[in-house]
């Protein structure tokens, strides 16, 4: 079954550039999305089609994807931007998930 | 604005069936070309997808889950209901719906994305 591998945790200072990888095997050949999930709350997409953005998310948030790594960059994070994040990706008629990046922002 | 409410038993016993519903408010879970997608979080864990259905009741499920797991639709009630069986320990998570976007674009490339998302309810799986 397909995988999508995400480091555990990234720590970011306010203002700087957080960014949050996803591999998988070529995974540039697929869409990923990213969700952000604070506490307590439901997962929110951030990102979908690599790189697009949905009405009301910052432009801060951004995407990309080649290879196989897929990348979610927050630039200027802030302190609203700590959450768990999680990659996204359709496979086989499944979908797959990875297994969340939690963002610290210090 | 479509918004997603699930609703069922927040304790079941083990081996038995989970069951619960997703209720699809401000919206047609018939109009366009969407699937609805059960997903579920055990506590401090990530995200697992469960299964899909399209309202014409076409259906995709995790393979992992596949032989224990029916989603089935009703139309006329606007919801979309999870099924669960001999339910475990392992089995106990909160249990969100999502309404799920998907399509081919230009490149050939499919792309699956959930824009809304249901609260969650907390299902326990205990004697």
């Known amino acids: 079954s397909y995988e999508l591998t995400q480091s555990p945790s990234v720590s970011v200072s306010p203002g700087q550039i957080a960014s949050i990888t996803c591999s998988g095997h070529?995974?540039?050949?697929?869409?990923v999305c990213w969700y952000q999930q604070k506490p307590g709350q439901s997962p929110v997409v951030v990102i979908y089609?690599?790189?697009k953005r949905p009405s009301g998310i910052p432009e801060r948030f951004s995407g990309s994807n080649s290879g196989n790594t897929a990348t979610l960059t927050i630039s200027g994070t802030q302190a609203m931007d700590e959450a768990d994040y999680y990659c996204?990706?359709?496979?086989?008629?499944?979908?797959?998930f990875g297994g969340g990046t939690k963002v610290t922002v210090l | 604005q479509v918004q997603l409410q699930e609703s069922g038993p927040g304790l079941v016993k083990p081996s038995q069936t989970l069951s619960l519903t997703c209720t699809v408010s401000?919206?047609?879970?018939?109009?366009?070309?969407?699937?609805w997608s059960w997903i579920r979080q055990p506590a401090g864990k990530g995200l697992e997808w469960i299964g899909h259905?399209?309202?014409?009741?076409?259906?995709n499920y995790n393979p992992s889950l596949k032989s224990r797991v029916t989603i089935s639709v009703d139309t006329s009630k606007n919801q979309f209901s999870l099924r669960l069986s001999s339910v475990t320990a392992a089995d106990t998570a909160v249990y969100l719906c999502?309404?799920?976007?998907?399509?081919?674009?230009?490149?050939?490339?499919?792309?699956?994305?959930?824009?809304?998302w249901g609260s969650g309810t907390t299902v326990t799986v205990s004697s």
């Open positions: 999502a309404r799920s976007i998907t399509g081919t674009d230009a490149t050939s490339h499919y792309y699956y994305y959930m824009d809304v």
């Open positions: 401000g919206g047609s879970i018939r109009s366009g070309d969407y699937y």
């Open positions: 259905i399209y309202s014409s009741g076409n259906t």
């Open positions: 070529n995974l540039g050949d697929k869409y």
């Open positions: 089609k690599d790189s």
């Open positions: 996204q990706a359709w496979d086989s008629s499944t979908v797959v």
